[in-house]
């Protein structure tokens, strides 16, 4: 069992803040877990979410129940592995869990500062965070990673500090607050400010302590953490205790609690007061609300993440209305924008924003895998590591192996249904190629992330909208176009993000296929191995057909040509391929 020994550390000088103003004198809480290297290269900084704090992972010796709240994620042989990287969790100024905060004395005036507490913003508890690795003599970070509120300090490390971070992990966060969001904060404040025992934030002189708006901003919170899905599977509209003799159960009570619903959310708002301090929630709520790395550049996000350097994983869930998997997207976008090295996994979870806490087997092990590769980056020579990657095994590995030389050299390639990965690896290790793969396939996900290639989970169904024109020098259709519902739309889409299109297909027009539909059934072969009851492929072309269709959408054909058993056929394609390949790009030009 991993034991947790909270640390402080001091900092006398000042520390200049965004508002204009600065603290010094000031203490941050932190435990570190596993052990640092030699050459002090595998921490990872882990930032936390409105309602934590340092202790991330492990219990603390002799205490019951204390765990960390990421203990699922962090730890031994979990997916953020401290046999293999040193973890460092940091409690945030302003908090009320050891740093110091709102309940700590003014060094300036000898008096608890209450209100008078600087504002914080995200970009403050970065630099914070970035003075104690200074201290810890921490240069670079393997990676950093946080979910919500952390998710957002990950991406502000990535923009502030570029060169000291390797790999950032966005969980369930956004590029800023919509409007909605930051609604939902000044209501619980609100609740905050109103209670008549906040006395203006310096309640600690009273010797009281505004529970009842510390009750309701929790109770506001929380429903915003949980999907629609789990509330009412959790407690639909179940009565605490219905009245003995009445046909419907009810109370007839404006007060009384009737529901389950409303028991959960005044005990969970009853527990939060007992332990949160009022002037911290107006403090990180607002910190939320300000952050915005676009805003100095005229609301441009990509232009504010070109500064980043490092390799980013993105995740979001389905169900998370409060940060949406779109605001995930738009991060995505940028940084692909960018040309930035970018993984991204859409997990399909029902549980809300409350999901990136949770046991949800895919997301863990896509996060193990993540940091699998970031242990293999650092032990491993970036080169050795890709001659030394075992490939996992392709589905077609001799379509796939005929069609990489089609790929220029050095090529920007984006390859559409990328599967495992494996032509995106080929094409990184022998042709000095960058990109990304779109996949909706989770256990193919993971794959990619394994073996190191950037893959974006992502319904093609829907188009390719994230993508400007002419984002890439290559776009690869390969064994996709026949499970795509609009094919038509896609086609142009390959045409329009990219300079190339090169697109593969199984040709029905083969001769087995035409013999097998001659003979009264539907083909099964090497190239369509399934039954037609069990079949994927939605679609069925020859080379005539996409010829007719590339004519109709003004695509320039420039090559077509066959595949089989590996060898190029140029002569009656239709007849004598199993597999169609054409390089196409828009008309003109």
Not at 266 to 286: H, M, P, V
Request: aromatic content about 10%; glycine content about 8%; overall charge negative.
């Amino acid at each position: 069992m991993l034991i947790a020994t909270p640390q402080s550390m001091h900092f006398a000088a000042a520390l200049p803040l965004q508002s204009g103003a600065s603290i010094r004198d000031y203490a941050l809480s932190f435990e570190t877990y596993g052990t640092l290297n030699a050459d002090k290269s595998n921490a990872v900084l882990i930032c936390h979410a409105l309602n934590a704090s340092h202790h991330v992972a492990g219990v603390y010796e002799g205490q019951d129940k204390s765990e960390g709240w990421w203990d699922n994620m962090i730890g031994p042989d979990k997916p953020v592995d401290t046999n293999h990287f040193f973890v460092i969790g940091v409690n945030n100024l302003g908090s009320c869990f050891g740093s110091t905060g709102p309940m700590h004395v003014n060094p300036d005036t000898g008096k608890v500062y209450g209100a008078d507490f600087p504002v914080m913003t995200v970009e403050d508890w970065v630099n914070a965070q970035a003075r104690l690795l200074d201290v810890l003599g921490i240069q670079t970070l393997a990676a950093v990673m946080g979910g919500s509120l952390g998710g957002m300090q990950a991406l502000s490390w990535a923009l502030q500090y570029p060169q000291r971070v390797r790999h950032a992990v966005v969980v369930a966060s956004a590029p800023n607050l919509n409007a909605e969001n930051i609604a939902f904060n000044e209501v619980a404040r609100r609740a905050i400010v109103t209670d008549p025992e906040f006395h203006g934030g310096h309640f600690y002189g009273h010797g009281v302590v505004p529970k009842r708006g510390l009750r309701i901003a929790r109770m506001i919170g929380h429903i915003t953490y949980l999907s629609d899905d789990v509330m009412n599977e959790k407690f639909g509209r179940q009565l605490r205790e219905a009245v003995v003799g009445s046909t419907t159960g009810y109370k007839y009570s404006t007060q009384d609690v009737e529901f389950q619903i409303e028991s959960y959310l005044r005990y969970q708002g009853d527990k939060f007061s007992e332990y949160f301090d009022a002037n911290t929630y107006l403090l990180i709520t607002r910190a939320l609300d300000y952050f915005d790395p676009a805003r100095a550049h005229g609301g441009d996000l990509t232009s504010a993440l070109a500064q980043a350097a490092c390799k980013f994983l993105m995740v979001s869930f389905s169900t998370d209305w409060r940060f949406s998997p779109g605001r995930s997207r738009e991060m995505v976008q940028a940084l692909v924008a960018n040309g930035r090295d970018v993984s991204y996994a859409e997990i399909d979870a029902p549980h809300g924003h409350d999901a990136f806490l949770l046991d949800d087997a895919r997301y863990l092990n896509l996060v193990r895998a993540y940091f699998g590769r970031i242990d293999a980056e650092l032990k491993t020579e970036a080169s050795a590591l890709s001659q030394n990657l075992a490939p996992t095994e392709s589905s077609t590995p001799q379509v796939l192996g005929s069609l990489a030389h089609l790929v220029p050299p050095n090529s920007r390639v984006l390859d559409l249904g990328c599967g495992d990965g494996d032509l995106l690896a080929q094409l990184q290790a022998q042709r000095a190629c960058t990109g990304y793969g779109i996949e909706i396939n989770d256990a193919h996900v993971l794959a990619c992330v394994q073996r190191g290639v950037n893959v974006i989970q992502f319904n093609l169904d829907e188009g390719l909208a994230i993508f400007g024109d002419q984002y890439f020098d290559v776009v690869l259709q390969i064994d996709t176009l026949q499970h795509l519902r609009n094919t038509e739309t896609m086609l142009r889409e390959t045409a329009r993000v990219g300079r190339l299109g090169i697109v593969a297909f199984p040709n029905f027009g083969h001769w087995p296929n035409r013999l097998a539909v001659l003979l009264g059934r539907m083909p099964v072969t090497k190239r369509l191995p399934y039954q037609w009851y069990d079949t994927p492929n939605i679609r069925v072309a020859t080379f005539k057909d996409f010829e007719a269709l590339a004519l109709k959408n003004e695509l320039k054909l420039l090559d077509a040509f066959g595949l089989q058993d590996g060898r190029e056929v140029r002569w009656l394609p239709n007849a004598l391929a199993s597999t169609a390949v054409f390089k196409l790009q828009r008309d003109g030009t």
